[in-house]
């Protein structure tokens, strides 16, 4: 992170709410009176198709108006898109986080990222078992909230609060909570 600037770029398939997840994460830095930015790249994808989300959140007023290429967090929803893509341009100091099964060095021997700080949590399993439906992105930013302390868990709480009503509400911000408690670092 340089200067009060931490850069995300989430990887997911269309559909997952990749994109959701980096408008929440953003909406937790406003709500922190932080500078932010978050934004899709896709095209007229289908359902499925691999995509990628990037948020900003800064100290300071953000002058960058790109993708990001050197991230400071790479966040995987989808585990079938581990490969070289979603290790481009990460730095040694980047800190990854996985919705997987596996343990943080299975993921650290597959993608050959050597001593690359990653997290893993099972968000697929936590999603169908509170959701009801395998859409990981509230998972995973409990997972990065624990990973990064980019934004403090009673802010993603409350943007997940702004943005879902009823019991889908409820689900959710049991799901960031849980996803946070059961995120393991390797």
């Given amino acids: 992170m340089v200067s009060g600037l931490t850069e995300v770029r989430f990887h997911g398939r269309g559909g997952q709410g ?46 960058i ?8 967090v790479v966040v995987v929803l989808d585990p079938t898109l581990l490969g070289p893509a979603v290790v481009e341009g990460a730095k040694e100091e980047t800190k990854m986080v996985v919705n997987t099964d596996g343990t943080p060095g299975t993921i650290r021997e597959s993608l050959e990222v050597g001593d690359m700080v990653v997290w893993t949590v099972d968000a697929t399993s936590l999603a169908l078992e509170v959701l009801g439906r395998p859409i990981t992105n509230t998972a ?5 909230v624990k990973a990064t302390e980019v934004v403090k868990l009673e802010s993603l709480l409350e943007a997940v609060k702004k943005r879902f009503t009823g019991r889908i509400q409820e689900s959710n911000l049991e799901v960031v909570r849980r996803a946070h408690e059961e995120a393991v670092k390797g």
């Fill in 18 to 63: 990749a994109w959701t997840a980096s408008l929440l994460l953003a909406q937790a830095g406003l709500i922190e009176q932080r500078y932010i930015q978050s934004f899709p790249a896709f095209g007229p994808e289908r359902a499925g198709a691999p995509i990628t989300a990037f948020t900003r959140i800064s100290d300071a007023p953000i002058h």
């Fill in 140 to 144: 995973m930013l409990g997972s990065v």
């Fill in 65 to 72: 108006h790109s993708s990001i290429y050197e991230p400071d």
